[in-house]
């Protein structure tokens, strides 16, 4: 394997990239390799509006990167015997008003995203508050068949962390993960007070132009902690080498082995709060966050004890399309070579935009819709940063209804005989939207998977 010389080269290679790649106002960049060997850098700006430079040592949101630290969290609870794997997640916490039409669904299953139960529309930014809507929606099929993230399923893992570490959730991530790993720049929880420390994040609005984003205060277990670059990559060490000690060994190969098979040939699935993949030709472990303003990823090659991890100030884009994803893939590729003793690859062409989705067909207007399904067209909305409004339009056909998301997702509306709509084309999907409080003729609110959104507008 080579030395620190041609690590440092890589990491040379790969800032010159970052800097011609950057997509969002700044970018935070931690990297690791064997032998306890890291190094930071940064690039672009922490507020667009002073221009200050982003620092490697800024602190940001890790959003859904959290979620492996509260599976790190209670997979030490469980080594410790204070939890079951397999438990009912009602036997920790009785209270949870979540529907079991096909058996229990366990601490396990939650922590794969195997529970069947519905995504989450972060309504709240207390997690009792989002566990308390899952009273609207039921699991669309047994627990542990098939994978469907779900964001409300880790703020319900917190509550059963904090309950089973007899302490808040604050406490269990700093005793359990931040504290072993030496994380001392970060925050367990997202604060008021910890905003003053933080980058400033940012949303694009229409034409390009990136304003502040709003900062939500959270303890929920499905992202709340903030982290220095250096910090993270101290957690994805952890992750990947095993240093420091965080997990057991079989405990840590339970949590990087995917709950359900992954396909043959590239592909991906998803272990014990980390997402598992083989897309670039060798196993790679990790996973990605965002919220209102911020994204990163924390990558790491368990093979090579390489790891990238990147905290950027401004809105995710999809991977093909992102350039802190082409980051973070392109500099695991360079430090894998490293490491290895290979030539290191050619830097990727950058990501062509993708076409614009199309729209209605001209001329489509409610009024075509049969029955009462045109009362429904109309934009309703709610006091939530991660989905501030949702739309009710016709279909492609005239004939139906789709619902359409903040970043332009759609999703049709399939009427159900006991009434409401399914969400999605799966037939089995958990996901519902009703429509209540009909004045005039109209509904003035649509529930989304237990939230409500008011009518705002046609």
């Given at each position: 394997?080579?030395?620190?010389?041609?690590?440092?080269?890589a990491?040379?290679?790969?800032?010159?990239?970052?800097?011609?790649?950057?997509?969002?106002?700044?970018?935070?960049?931690?990297?690791?390799?064997?032998?306890?060997?890291?190094?930071?850098?940064?690039?672009?700006?922490?507020?667009?509006?002073?221009?200050?430079?982003?620092?490697?040592?800024a602190?940001?949101?890790?959003?859904?990167?959290?979620?492996?630290?509260?599976?790190?969290?209670l997979?030490?609870?469980?080594?410790?015997?204070?939890?079951?794997?397999?438990?009912?997640?009602?036997?920790?916490?009785?209270?949870?008003?979540?529907?079991t039409?096909?058996?229990?669904?366990?601490?396990?299953?939650?922590?794969?995203?195997?529970?069947?139960?519905?995504?989450?529309?972060?309504?709240?930014?207390?997690?009792?508050?989002?566990?308390l809507?899952?009273?609207?929606?039921?699991?669309?099929?047994?627990?542990?068949?098939?994978?469907?993230?779900?964001?409300?399923?880790?703020?319900?893992?917190?509550?059963?962390?904090?309950?089973?570490?007899?302490?808040?959730?604050?406490?269990?991530?700093?005793?359990?993960?931040?504290?072993?790993?030496?994380?001392?720049?970060?925050?367990?929880?997202?604060?008021?007070?910890?905003?003053?420390?933080?980058?400033?994040?940012?949303l694009?609005?229409?034409?390009?132009?990136?304003?502040?984003?709003p900062?939500?205060?959270?303890?929920?277990?499905?992202?709340?902690?903030?982290?220095?670059?250096?910090?993270?990559?101290?957690?994805?060490?952890?992750?990947?080498?095993g240093?420091?000690?965080?997990?057991?060994?079989?405990?840590?190969?339970?949590?990087?082995?995917?709950?359900?098979?992954?396909?043959?040939?590239?592909?991906?699935?998803?272990?014990?709060?980390?997402?598992?993949?083989?897309?670039?030709?060798y196993?790679?472990?990790?996973?990605?966050?965002?919220?209102?303003?911020y994204?990163?990823?924390?990558h790491?090659?368990?093979?090579?004890?390489?790891?990238?991890?990147?905290?950027?100030?401004?809105?995710?884009?999809?991977?093909?399309a992102?350039?802190?994803?082409?980051?973070?893939?392109?500099?695991?590729?360079?430090?894998?070579?490293?490491?290895?003793?290979?030539?290191?690859?050619?830097?990727?062409?950058?990501?062509?935009?993708?076409?614009?989705?199309?729209?209605?067909?001209?001329?489509?207007?409610?009024?075509?819709?049969?029955?009462?399904?045109?009362?429904?067209?109309?934009?309703?909305?709610?006091?939530?940063?991660?989905?501030?409004?949702?739309?009710?339009?016709?279909?492609?056909?005239g004939?139906?209804?789709?619902?359409?998301?903040?970043?332009g997702?759609?999703?049709?509306?399939?009427?159900?005989a006991?009434?409401?709509?399914r969400?999605g084309?799966?037939?089995?999907?958990?996901?519902?939207?009703?429509?209540?409080?009909?004045?005039?003729?109209?509904?003035?609110?649509?529930?989304?998977?237990?939230?409500?959104?008011?009518?705002?507008?046609?």
């Open positions: 394997m080579a030395g620190s010389a041609a690590l440092m080269g990491a040379e290679r790969l800032e010159g990239f970052a800097r011609e790649r950057l997509d969002v106002p700044g970018l935070a960049v931690g990297l690791i390799g064997p032998g306890g060997w890291r190094h930071e850098f940064a690039v672009g700006v922490a507020d667009v509006a002073s221009g200050r430079p982003m620092d490697p040592g602190l940001l949101p890790v959003a859904s990167i959290s979620k492996a630290m509260t599976a790190a969290a997979l030490r609870e469980h080594q410790a015997g204070q939890l079951g794997l397999d438990d009912p997640v009602h036997d920790h916490l009785p209270w949870l008003p979540l529907p039409p096909f058996g229990p669904v366990t601490v396990a299953h939650l922590l794969a995203h195997t529970g069947g139960i519905v995504i989450g529309m972060e309504g709240s930014p207390s997690p009792v508050a989002e566990a809507a899952l009273g609207r929606t039921a699991p669309g099929w047994p627990p542990g068949e098939r994978f469907s993230y779900s964001n409300v399923g880790y703020a319900v893992l917190g509550l059963v962390l904090e309950r089973v570490a007899g302490c808040s959730y604050a406490e269990a991530i700093r005793r359990h993960v931040l504290d072993p790993c030496a994380m001392t720049a970060s925050e367990p929880v997202t604060t008021a007070e910890a905003q003053a420390r933080a980058a400033t994040g940012h694009e609005l229409d034409g390009g132009a990136m304003v502040p984003a900062w939500v205060p959270t303890t929920a277990g499905s992202g709340a902690t903030l982290c220095t670059a250096a910090d993270l990559g101290r957690f994805l060490r952890a992750l990947v080498s240093d420091p000690p965080l997990l057991e060994p079989a405990t840590r190969k339970r949590m990087l082995t995917p709950a359900l098979p992954l396909p043959d040939g590239p592909g991906s699935g998803y272990g014990l709060g980390v997402k598992v993949d083989t897309e670039a030709g196993r790679r472990i990790g996973h990605q966050g965002d919220c209102p303003g994204s990163g990823y924390a790491g090659c368990p093979e090579t004890g390489a790891g990238v991890v990147t905290l950027g100030n401004g809105p995710w884009r999809p991977p093909g992102s350039g802190s994803w082409a980051v973070v893939d392109h500099g695991l590729a360079l430090l894998r070579a490293a490491v290895l003793g290979r030539e290191p690859p050619a830097d990727p062409p950058p990501a062509v935009p993708g076409s614009p989705a199309a729209g209605p067909p001209p001329g489509q207007v409610a009024g075509e819709l049969p029955g009462d399904l045109a009362a429904l067209v109309g934009t309703y909305a709610a006091w939530n940063p991660w989905v501030p409004e949702v739309r009710v339009r016709p279909d492609a056909t004939s139906g209804l789709v619902l359409v998301l903040p970043e997702d759609e999703e049709p509306l399939t009427p159900l006991g009434g409401g709509f969400l084309d799966d037939p089995d999907s958990p996901e519902r939207a009703e429509f209540t409080t009909v004045i005039d003729g109209r509904p003035v609110q649509a529930v989304v998977s237990g939230w409500p959104f008011d009518r705002i507008g046609p």
